[in-house]
């Protein structure tokens, strides 16, 4: 397993964490409320989604680019 594809594994579980904590935090009744009335949710929720949407997509490229080099 080269250097690259253990980044890309790295990056995309730190990912996929970040999604999960996103999907807890959007289940709260304080986040509901919050985007029943402002259409939007809460910024430490949109932090976690952005970042594990980049994580996500990062480690999958890393891992696909590490593949097509082997």
Known sequence: MTQTNIIGLVVLAV????????????NTPVE????ALTGR???NTMWYLIGGVI???AGTAL???G???V
């Open 55 to 57: 994580g996500v997509v």
């Open 63 to 65: 891992l696909v680019r």
């Open 15 to 26: 990912g996929a964490v970040l999604l999960f904590f996103a999907w807890r935090a959007s």
């Open 32 to 35: 509901q409320m919050s985007e």
């Open 41 to 43: 949710f809460t910024g």
């Open 67 to 69: 593949l097509v080099r």
